[in-house]
């Protein structure tokens, strides 16, 4: 019996080296980052599992909830028609509100791209360091979000990267040359290169030790009695990355003005008419009357959009310190929103907002997003929101435009929060597309 025991001891500890050895082989104990590779090839994980036919099998899913949806709204409709109440309310809240819930949460679900090359097996394309991570919601924040088939977003680019840094990965080059620099000397005038990573995913940027150009001729900026409504002089912007070399040139008019997004920005007659004026649509609503829903709580809050800053300057006439999102799109937006006076924040819609939880009593968005967008991306970007906006602030969704099709998706996405409805608007824009506006009212939470 002993001599059995000692035979198994002995087993036991060779079989412990051999493993150890093969760890120690692999670089375990050195930290090798191709550790994975060298136990699992994609040839093995991939093995046993056709990732592509899943794909489509997913698809074909999709597909058929969204053919037997259509199906139950036409039966809806139907039942309307003959006034049948009771069968109605059923089948709208037993069965095609769960299905559409569901046929929304399956669209969310990210699976891996399946790559065929010529004379090659199937790849598995997977963008970097997604597979570092295990908690699945770090791995759904950094995928990246692409744009709806068809659509191309405010950027330019055909994916919405959040960010932790991870992507400078895939641009080195660019950063390298972001960062060649000589210590203590002037920076290239390169904003469009930090820019350009930013909005792929390679953010936050490393600081840099060198000094930032200005224009040579820089002058004083206008009293601020005067420079809320008027163009900034043209020596205060540094023009040697933008189509245009002065403020007159970016009007709506001038087609080579570089820029599509906000067009009329630049007018500041147009713009004195915004929010203050009655328009024709029901989804324009006036500033005077949402600050009457809260009279004397609206404080402080964010411009989430493109523009000039002039929500924040007609919000600052009544006393509210508002802070704009920007990005120099084509036209010296940051600039022009700093020399009127006001505050830029200059982020992409990658990044987690630089503000505490609870902080904001107001949330603005308009002109940023529209039926482009993602429905994951839009979900971390609605939460974001919620975290920092205090208990009983405003969202105020300003004529956000989608198609018709997909309203239900954006509606279900923006009520899903339970926010108390304030205002709640949709008006024709085209044929085939919609504008929504929305008022609404964060909830208090006492947990």
Request: charged content about 25%; overall charge neutral; hydrophobic content about 35%.
């Given at each position: ?17 051999l493993?150890?050895?093969r ?12 550790i ?18 899943l ?12 053919s ?6 036409s ?21 095609v509100?769960?299905l559409h ?10 699976l ?12 598995v ?18 995928t ?13 680019t ?8 991870h ?11 972001y ?8 920076c ?13 995913g390679?953010?936050p ?10 224009s040579k ?10 420079s809320?409504?008027?163009?900034p002089?043209?020596?205060?912007v ?18 080579k003005r ?22 024709s ?10 600050l009457k ?11 989430y ?7 924040a300057?007609?919000?600052r006439?009544q ?10 799109l ?25 503000f505490?939880d609870?902080t ?26 919620d ?13 956000f435009?989608c ?13 899903q929060l ?10 024709p ?8 506006s929305?008022?609404?009212e ?6």
């Amino acid at each position: 019996m002993g001599w059995l025991q000692i035979i198994l001891g002995g087993l036991v500890i060779l079989v412990s080296v051999l493993s150890l050895a093969r760890f120690y082989y692999a670089g375990f104990f050195l930290h090798n980052e191709d550790i994975c590779h060298h136990f699992y090839t994609a040839k093995e994980v991939y093995e046993d599992f056709d990732a592509k036919s899943l794909s489509e099998r997913v698809q074909e899913v999709l597909d058929r909830l969204e053919s037997l949806q259509y199906k139950l709204e036409s039966k809806l409709q139907e039942l309307e028609k003959n006034k049948g109440t009771l069968e109605k309310v059923f089948l709208e809240y037993e069965i095609v509100r769960p299905l559409h819930n569901a046929n929304v949460a399956l669209r969310q679900i990210r699976l891996p791209k399946i790559e065929e090359e010529e004379g090659k097996n199937s790849t598995v394309k997977e963008d970097p360091l997604i597979n570092f991570f295990l908690t699945e919601e770090i791995r759904k924040y950094i995928t990246p979000k692409e744009n709806r088939v068809g659509k191309i977003n405010l950027y330019g680019t055909e994916k919405v990267y959040n960010t932790i840094g991870h992507a400078c990965v895939l641009y080195k080059n660019e950063l390298q040359q972001y960062m060649d620099y000589d210590i203590g000397s002037y920076c290239d005038d390169d904003w469009n290169l930090a820019q350009k990573l930013m909005i792929n995913g390679c953010d936050p940027l490393p600081r840099r030790r060198c000094l930032t150009r200005a224009s040579k001729e820089y002058q004083k900026p206008y009293p601020i009695n005067e420079s809320l409504w008027k163009l900034p002089d043209n020596k205060n912007v540094r023009w040697s990355n933008y189509r245009c070399r002065n403020f007159d040139c970016l009007q709506s008019k001038n087609p080579k003005r570089g820029y599509t997004k906000c067009t009329g920005c630049f007018e500041m007659e147009k713009e004195k008419l915004k929010w203050v004026i009655n328009s024709s649509l029901s989804a324009d609503f006036m500033i005077s009357d949402v600050l009457k829903i809260k009279p004397g709580e609206i404080r402080i809050g964010l411009d989430y959009g493109i523009g000039t800053g002039t929500f924040a300057a007609r919000m600052r006439e009544q006393n509210v310190t508002i802070v704009s999102t920007a990005l120099n799109l084509g036209a010296p937006f940051n600039e022009m929103i700093a020399l009127r006076g006001l505050i830029p924040l200059y982020v992409t819609l990658n990044q987690r907002l630089p503000f505490f939880d609870n902080t904001m009593d107001l949330i603005h968005s308009t002109g940023f997003m529209d039926g482009w967008i993602d429905l994951l991306l839009l979900d971390f970007i609605l939460y974001d929101w919620d975290r920092i906006l205090r208990p009983g602030g405003l969202l105020w969704i300003d004529r956000f435009f989608c198609s018709k099709k997909d309203l239900d998706d954006y509606m279900y996405m923006f009520l899903q929060l339970r926010y108390k409805k304030h205002k709640w608007a949709i008006s024709p824009k085209s044929k085939d597309e919609v504008y929504l506006s929305a008022l609404l009212e964060k909830p208090p939470r006492a947990i």
